[in-house]
């Protein structure tokens, strides 16, 4: 079916390809992926989900009214986001990127604006989609009282949309090349009896050969993102440097970020809870590890090889633009401890939040088109089930897209988990107890989520620290 460049007749027939490779949660996608409730769910605790923040002002180029949203008139879009009630998705990133072409066909990639809201039982909602940047009228805004096909289109597409965000940006440069800066500069610049280079090493495994690979055959001219993906080739590097003009420090540490979306008090938000608990057990423990080496600020001031591994961080990874908030060089132990802190758990928790689920996501490729061949419709009310099936990517396209969705979701055959440290860089005794400390409040901390998941109609398993691996190594 690889070699199949014809369009899907059904979507039954997709299932011929889905049945051979199946997980709990993809079957479950299969069942809920058209249901408003989990497209919402997906924006908090599917693989992308730094896209959702607080909407507290409508944009100006998205031009929802109330009797739109609230036909009955029994609330306001005013009222509710003075409640906090309302939250917005914008993919202005993918805006004006140029499509790919894919066996022989112009793809189309949109840049939609997605209005939520939370109801009062706890769910996120979608209530409006607008698929380009720039109202118009050409360019409705989709309601879920549209019709069947009209609605459900307008979401593929902001699922597709979704795809390339988080493959890109999301995924790619916010956690794969980020580690590789963090890995390169740790090599070049600390020797082996430091110990920051003893504590950071392991976050490091296979960081580089993964990238290497991930060049070769993924994002490479023959690559299959190039060659199947919407968003491939030209495309890509418009995306990814856009998307390294967004990468701010704050946007790097979960506690940051989550306050800065307005995310803190909205329910059933398990990648915030579990990412949040996550990064304050690595903070004490590289709190534990630094203070032990680092006695005072003065100390890390004179460090001079701890200097040149964050000025070349600046300098590389983030182009030496201070508006980035990642810092030159490091004043105090707590500077550096903070810093350390994102280091690992971007490498570690960050990565397993948004790779180990993409086959769950993905594999049911409706819920997650790496593609898609038909532009999105100008007028309501003309969509059908086959405008659907003739928009969604063809067969090989397809199959293409969940083998590789497949290989990324699996575990390595020598799967590191988290605070394990296989060789022992540490010989003095407070380290080592420190590293047993860390791996006892990791213990207690997966214990919490699997008690919880327990409950869960969907769990979210993804950063339960026994199934996140210690570095990027797939």
């Known amino acids: 079916m690889a070699d199949s460049k014809k369009s899907w007749t059904h979507l039954d027939d997709i299932n011929r390809v889905f049945c051979c490779k199946k997980t709990s949660m993809s079957e479950y996608v299969q069942e809920h992926w058209k ?26 180029n998205f031009p929802v009214t109330d009797s739109m949203v609230f036909p009955d008139g029994q609330a306001s879009l005013a009222e509710e986001m003075q409640k906090g009630h309302i939250f917005l998705c914008d993919y202005k990133n993918m805006d004006g990127v140029q499509a790919n072409i894919v066996n022989g066909k112009q793809q189309y990639l949109m840049a939609p604006l ?27 805004i989709f309601l879920p009282t549209d019709s069947e096909y009209d609605w459900l289109l307008a979401k593929i597409f902001v699922r597709s949309a979704d795809f390339s965000e988080h493959q890109l940006n999301v995924h790619l440069m916010r956690t794969h ?11 070049r610049n600390l020797p082996m009896v430091h110990p920051l280079y003893k504590l950071l090493l392991p976050h490091t495994r296979y960081t580089l050969q993964i990238n290497f690979l991930a060049r070769l055959r993924l994002i490479s001219k023959e690559g299959v993102f190039t060659l199947f993906s919407s968003s491939g080739g030209e495309g890509m590097m418009t995306i990814l440097r856009r998307s390294l003009s967004s990468v701010t420090y704050r946007s790097l540490c979960i506690p940051e970020d989550i306050k800065d979306r307005g995310l803190e008090a909205i329910p059933n938000f398990y990648y915030r809870d579990d990412g949040l608990r996550l990064w304050d057990v690595i903070h004490r423990f590289v709190q534990r590890v630094l203070g032990y080496y680092y006695k005072n600020d003065l100390e890390v001031q004179k460090d001079s090889e701890l200097q040149t591994w964050i000025l070349e961080i600046f300098e590389h990874g983030f182009l030496s633009k201070r508006n980035t908030g990642i810092p030159e060089r490091f004043t105090t132990v707590a500077e550096l401890i903070k810093f350390v802190t994102m280091v690992i758990f971007t490498g570690s ?80 005794e407070s380290p080592q107890r420190m590293v047993k400390g860390f791996q006892k409040e990791l213990e207690v901390l997966s214990a919490a989520i699997k008690d919880r998941n327990e409950h869960l109609e969907v769990p979210y398993v993804y950063l339960d620290p026994v199934e996140v691996e210690n570095s990027v190594a797939i």
Request: charged share 15%.
């Open 35 to 60: 249901e408003d409730a989990f497209f919402g769910f997906q924006f908090l605790n599917g693989v992308n989900p730094i896209m959702i923040r607080r909407c507290t002002a409508l944009p100006s």
């Open 114 to 140: 997605v209005l939520l809201q939370k109801t009062p039982d706890d769910k996120m909602m979608p209530i409006a989609i607008q698929l380009k940047q720039q109202p118009a009228a050409d360019n409705p």
């Open 177 to 187: 090349l980020l580690a590789e800066v963090f890995a390169v500069s740790l090599l």
């Open 349 to 428: 928790a960050q990565h397993a939040a948004v790779n180990s689920g993409q086959y769950d996501f993905g594999g049911w490729m409706p819920n997650t088109p790496i593609s898609l061949q038909l532009p999105p419709p100008t007028t309501k009310g003309q969509t059908t089930e086959a405008t659907m099936l003739n928009t969604l990517p063809d067969v090989n396209v397809t199959v293409q897209g969940m083998a590789t969705l497949w290989l990324l979701s699996q575990q390595s055959t020598d799967f590191v988990p988290l605070g394990q440290y296989p060789e022992d860089h540490f010989t003095e």
